[in-house]
């Protein structure tokens, strides 16, 4: 059984400029197989996500199985392989931030944008996710949004922070 | 950008506390010295007029690799990712055997550990002390190439690395016969896509492969083994960055930095976090009495918070109570109160806090971040959530604490395939030990249970 077949493909194609940078990609390690992740990313920041046929696309190019790429793109927290919002909310949910109130901040996002942690909002905006210390712990509560990281959040302060992200 | 004052949510995050405003110099803060006020990053002609890249050039023109090796070996340093293993001792395991040439020198950079922003500060304002410290020891290494393992959230860290490894590179000082030396070393950095687990040196090696992170089976050590099966050595981001100094001004001097009693050689980035007045970052002497962490540099507890317990060195590590801040902080003044100092950056834990919902909070990130390929730390680490979220709503069954300490006992040192799950466990192991009957007080009471279930005239 070929690849294509394992995996049900929409006719996905990748793009010229993704499979430029994912041929980028591989000059920089002895092994091909190690480009797997970065090509995931590739094509997640074209398209927000990776779509099932991207999984056997990108196996093809670099030469290794699409259940090994799907075992990668499956393991990583940062690899979204179903749909999410034009905005990644990321929590910082460590216990630096959790004495900080962060509960307090994710209770009021949640219920600004009516979604749970995991989900995205019914408009397609946002998505909510929870993330691992972010490294700005003298300025707990810290949350990123997209690229952007804010500290010293406060339930309040949610609203107006949201209102950058159309 | 705005430094200095504690930045409101509407503003992008640049500052690291205060960690640029104490005093510094060169003789006492190697590290942190050249830090600009401003907290920008120090690009090259900047690090380079600040002494930047001498410690390079004397250990390519005046010491052999075997020399820069010992000098490591003799300057005591050991790794500030938290496990605290002499570099030099490391070092010393890549193979003697020449023929082994294809050698690989990694940074981990997969800064995750709750409550540790200490190399991200390094890799966003001094990037060239990163790229020479690892110029130097790939230079005793015999390595040809250098990976930074950077966490994927780390954005600005990864700009700043990209420019600066593109100034070394225009400056001759990365890729071929650097300094005239007919050494070559090019340097790339390497993006994660999540998971804490990432941080452990063989899942490290894992996912620089492109595979799952799990971490691998030791021995065969990674230098005998390491990426595509090469010798390779993978050492911490703050680690590296002591090696300019050391090489540069010598062991002599940098054995004189710590205070007199610690063991452990040098300077550490430590800080401490949580309700406290003036939570930051500073580089401290080994040995300094945790006392003077919290009470001079972090200013003691905000008015009206009041110290219940405190963590030395990220969530890995053990409670502490108030009176252990008389405790020293290197690796053996923290044994001596029964518990690692980790990382080094402290957390204050105030009396508002719930140790039961604490420890909620944290389990259920090891938990999350798992990787589930051992069955004590996969299995183990959901069984302790769901108890403590059942004690923390009051619904705890007689024998839950008895099975928490279980859990502690079989995911310890040496049950597991990593140090992740005895890691998750020791803050849990003292919490119960500190604070049992905040425990206890989250197990229903059998008798007020089946009142409460019966109707209002039985």
């Known amino acids: ?166 | 950008m705005s430094h200095g004052a504690i930045s409101s949510s509407t503003q992008r995050l640049s500052s690291f506390g205060p960690a640029n405003s104490i005093e510094r110099s060169p003789e006492t803060h190697p590290l942190t010295w050249r830090l600009r006020e401003d907290g920008a990053a120090v690009w090259l002609a900047e690090y380079q007029a600040k002494d930047g890249y001498s410690a390079a050039r004397k250990a390519f023109s005046q010491m052999s690799q075997d020399e820069i090796v010992q000098t490591v070996k003799d300057s005591g340093l050991k790794g500030r990712g938290g496990a605290g293993f002499p570099t030099g001792v490391k070092w010393g395991l890549m193979p003697k055997d020449e023929s082994q040439n294809i050698r690989y020198l990694l940074c981990n950079a997969d800064e995750m550990e709750p409550n540790t922003w200490k190399d991200r500060m390094l890799m966003e304002q001094l990037p060239h002390l990163l790229i020479e410290g690892m110029l130097i020891s790939a230079r005793a290494l015999k390595a040809y190439r250098g990976y930074i393992f950077l966490r994927g959230e780390y954005v600005d860290a990864a700009t700043n690395l990209n420019r600066a490894i593109e100034e070394a590179k225009q400056a001759g000082l990365l890729g071929k016969n650097i300094l005239g030396s007919g050494f070559d070393f090019e340097l790339f950095v390497h993006t994660g896509a999540g998971r804490y687990i990432c941080g452990e040196e063989t899942a490290l090696i894992n996912s620089l492969e492109g595979r799952r992170a799990n971490p691998r089976s030791k021995p065969p050590f990674p230098a005998a083994v390491g990426v595509w099966g090469k010798p390779t050595c993978v050492n911490n981001v703050e680690t590296l960055c002591n090696v300019p100094a050391i090489v540069g001004s010598g062991v002599d001097w940098y054995k004189s930095l710590a205070r007199p009693g610690s063991e452990d050689m040098g300077t550490k980035l430590m800080g401490f976090s949580g309700k406290v007045k003036n939570p930051g970052l500073w580089e401290l002497p080994f040995g300094v009495p945790a006392r003077e962490l919290f009470e001079d540099y972090a200013g003691g507890m905000r008015d009206g918070f009041k110290l219940k317990c405190w963590q030395p060195g990220g969530a890995g590590t053990g409670f502490l109570l108030p009176e252990h801040l008389d405790a020293s902080m290197y690796a053996a003044g923290i044994a001596k109160v029964g518990t690692r100092m980790g990382t080094g950056l402290a957390m204050a834990i105030d009396e508002s806090v719930n140790m039961v919902g604490l420890l909620r909070n944290m389990e259920e990130f090891f938990a999350r971040e798992s990787c589930g390929f051992c069955t004590p730390c996969r299995d183990g680490l959901p069984w302790s959530v769901k108890i403590l979220r059942s004690l923390e709503q009051g619904q705890g069954q007689s024998g839950d604490i008895e099975t928490l300490e279980q859990l502690c006992n079989h995911l310890g040192p040496g049950k597991t395939f990593c140090a992740h799950a005895p890691g998750a466990i020791e803050p849990l192991g003292s919490a119960i030990k500190y604070f049992r009957h905040e425990f206890e007080a989250g197990i229903a009471r059998p008798s007020l249970t089946l009142k409460s279930a019966l109707p209002a005239d039985a």
Not at chain 1, 61 to 69: E, F, K, M, T, Y
Not at chain 1, 99 to 127: A, K, N, P
């Open chain 1, 1 to 166: 059984m070929s690849q294509n077949s394992l995996i049900q493909s929409d006719r996905f194609v990748l793009t010229d400029s993704e499979r430029s940078a994912i041929e980028h990609e591989l000059h920089h390690y002895e092994d091909s197989r190690a480009a797997s992740i970065g090509a995931l990313k590739i094509v997640q920041e074209a398209r927000g996500w990776v779509p099932d046929g991207a999984i056997a696309a990108i196996g093809e190019l670099i030469g290794i199985p699409a259940s090994d790429v799907e075992g990668v793109a499956t393991f990583y927290s940062q690899i979204f392989r179903q749909p999410v919002g034009r905005h990644i909310i990321r929590v910082c949910d460590s216990m630096v931030c959790y004495i900080g109130g962060h509960e307090s901040v994710v209770s009021s996002i949640q219920q600004q944008l009516g979604i749970g942690l995991g989900e995205t909002s019914s408009d397609g905006r946002f998505t909510l996710l929870p993330v691992c210390c972010l490294g700005n712990c003298d300025k707990a509560p810290a949350l990123m949004i997209d690229d952007h990281t804010f500290g010293d959040v406060q339930p309040d302060g949610v609203a107006k922070l949201l209102e950058n992200y159309p």
